[in-house]
């Protein structure tokens, strides 16, 4: 059995692509406040996962469409909660964590 290192290389890095997006949305969640993220930096962001769910659609290639598919959630999820005025970040982020 060979080890296909492609794979693995896209593997590890779809993980840590949505990996590195979870903190920051929980964080916002549970601290109800963006204070200090970028607009620009995540409407960019939302932009290339946009782009690479396009490009994998284009090519037919799953392997990019889901991680791509689940940072583009993430990616525009934080880029709304950015948007929004302070008091309906809290109110969206107390629906989704009651209890913090």
């Not at 296909?4 to 601290?31: E, H, N, Y």
């Not at 490009?55 to 791509?68: A, R, S």
Request: glycine letters at 4%; charged letters at 15%; aromatic letters at 10%.
């Amino acid at each position: 059995m060979t080890i296909d290192w492609i794979t693995v290389a896209g593997t590890i890095g779809a993980c840590a692509s949505v990996a590195s997006f979870t903190p920051q949305a929980w964080k916002i969640i549970r601290s109800r406040s963006t204070e200090g993220l970028s607009l620009r930096m995540f409407a960019l962001t939302s932009l290339a996962f946009a782009a690479w769910v396009s490009f994998g659609l284009l090519k037919g290639e799953w392997t990019l469409i889901i991680p791509n598919a689940i940072c583009l959630c993430f990616a525009l999820f934080i880029l709304a909660m950015i948007m929004l005025p302070d008091h309906k970040t809290r109110e969206v982020a107390e629906k989704l964590d009651p209890a913090a």
